[in-house]
């Protein structure tokens, strides 16, 4: 806080594109899509129009006993997009959507949803009590709140509040057979496996082995507990696909979304689920099987329409067709001018989600003290050179909004490897340079 408060922090004016500007009318890239949300670009035509166009209908109203023509057209957009699972699979669909507004209570609403399922004892047909725990990965980050900070795994954000937070099972990430074995161990206790698919963002963009996540679905159809897949951070076309589950076809029994949900427009969420989920809550009045779970501005009526227009982009603009030739190009220019930097300890990156860690020593694993706080470093240099990163630490996270052009593109990334080489006071790297 201390630190924080000696520095001044730009105040940001607008935004156009990928640039935004702040009130001095200096420009950035913005290389962080705004925290990780951004696709489609600021202040994107599409999108601003179908804000003022809802703004001109109501700003907010409930979805506590009323509904609104943009969360039902969104619900179903959303549906129709989720990943299905095959022909050959005997798995039901997502095919219901409950709305809130971060992806903290995403995560919040599926680990209470599975949680209550199980507890709708002797009314539900499979109904389990005892199953009141949760299997979650080491190093895993699900939000702030206090339940989804109960399935994080990050020490330093986590571990304090640790009297406050119920009892959750860990596994290390990317060993299956450490899941299978929690599992058995607990069998009949655990309502859900969580799991962030395929990339562990806040811990540093840490990235699952291949045919992983397809393991962790087989595993909770061998024990029959709910598959929660988080992809607040991994949706809407970050990883490459629409959703990372989408790489390894598999299909949660909830999908957490939020972030790239509006187009990093306004705050909006989805917990989708399935149809036996959802049954779970039926009943009489009089049972009390309601998920009694309602935010003030759930679903709300701009950033549903928001969402839309985002959607329709996607669509308009092939954004994920024109992402393939761009990942491609961010691959490139990573191996080029970032990883032969001496600091730069690994470059670890699935599509437009990357994280570059930068060391004292790479060769003997040797981190810089935390006093030197090098990640924050190497963003106040790369604000000087007009581009928004924010480090994990001293993972330099690299999240452009997937609209960025090759040009600018490519001029984050030396901007990034500019101010790492000039944060880690390293000399030029002239064969870097000189290619
Ligand atoms: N889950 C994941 C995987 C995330 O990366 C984040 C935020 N970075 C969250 C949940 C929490 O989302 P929010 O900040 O919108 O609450």
């Given at each position: 806080m201390r630190g924080w408060a000696s520095e001044q922090a730009p105040q940001i004016e607008s935004g156009d594109g990928v640039w935004l500007t702040d009130s001095t009318g200096r420009r950035y890239i913005d290389g962080i899509s705004s925290l990780w949300c951004n696709v489609h670009?600021?202040?994107h035509p599409l999108i601003d129009a179908a804000v003022r166009d809802q703004l001109d209908r109501v700003a907010h109203s409930t979805m506590l006993g009323l509904s609104h023509r943009p969360a039902e057209q969104l619900a179903d957009r959303l549906v129709e997009l989720a990943p299905k699972p095959a022909a050959a699979e005997a798995r039901p669909p997502l095919s219901r959507v409950f709305y809130s507004d971060s992806g903290s209570t995403a995560v919040e609403i599926a680990l209470k949803m599975a949680f209550q399922y199980w507890q709708q004892a002797g009314q539900a047909?499979?109904?389990?009590?005892?199953?009141t725990t949760f299997v979650s990965l080491e190093n895993?980050?699900?939000?702030?709140t206090v339940g989804s900070v109960s399935v994080g795994g990050i020490e330093l954000f986590h571990t304090l509040y640790r009297p406050l937070l119920f009892d959750s099972v860990t596994v290390p990430a990317g060993d299956a057979a450490a899941l299978a074995d929690a599992l058995t161990a607990n069998e009949q206790q655990v309502a859900a496996v969580v799991v962030e698919p395929l990339v562990q963002g806040a811990a540093g963009m840490l990235l699952q082995p291949p045919g992983y996540l397809r393991q962790v679905r087989g595993l909770c159809d061998r024990h029959d507990v709910f598959l929660i897949c988080d992809?607040?951070?991994?949706?809407?076309?970050?990883?490459?696909?629409?959703?990372?589950?989408e790489h390894e076809q598999v299909v949660p029994d909830f999908l957490c979304l939020a972030k790239g949900l509006t187009g990093g427009y306004l705050p909006l969420a989805a917990t989708l689920t399935t149809e036996r989920i959802h049954d779970g809550?039926?009943?009489?009045?009089?049972?009390?099987?309601?998920?009694f779970h309602g935010h003030t501005?759930?679903?709300?009526p701009l950033a549903c329409a928001a969402a839309l227009a985002t959607l329709d982009v996607f669509e308009r603009e092939r954004t994920l067709e024109r992402l393939e030739l761009k990942m491609k190009l961010f691959e490139q220019l990573l191996s080029d001018?970032?990883?032969?930097?001496?600091?730069?300890a690994e470059v670890r990156r699935l599509g437009f989600m990357c994280g570059i860690e930068v060391a004292a020593d790479p060769q003997s694993q040797t981190p810089y003290q935390p006093g030197e706080r090098m990640g924050h470093r190497v963003t106040l240099e790369a604000r000087e050179r007009g581009a928004i990163v924010r480090p994990l630490g001293d993972v330099v996270v690299l999240m452009p909004?997937?609209?960025?052009?090759a040009a600018d593109l490519e001029q984050l990334v030396e901007m990034t490897a500019d101010s790492i080489e000039a944060a880690t006071g390293a000399a030029l790297h002239a064969q870097a340079r000189a290619a």
């Open positions: 670009g600021h202040r047909a499979d109904a389990a009590p005892s199953r895993a980050y699900h939000g702030d992809e607040v951070a991994t949706g809407f076309g970050r990883t490459g696909r629409m959703f990372a589950c809550f039926l009943g009489d009045h009089e049972q009390f099987r309601t998920f501005y759930t679903g709300n001018l970032v990883e032969p930097l001496p600091h730069v909004p997937l609209a960025i052009e």
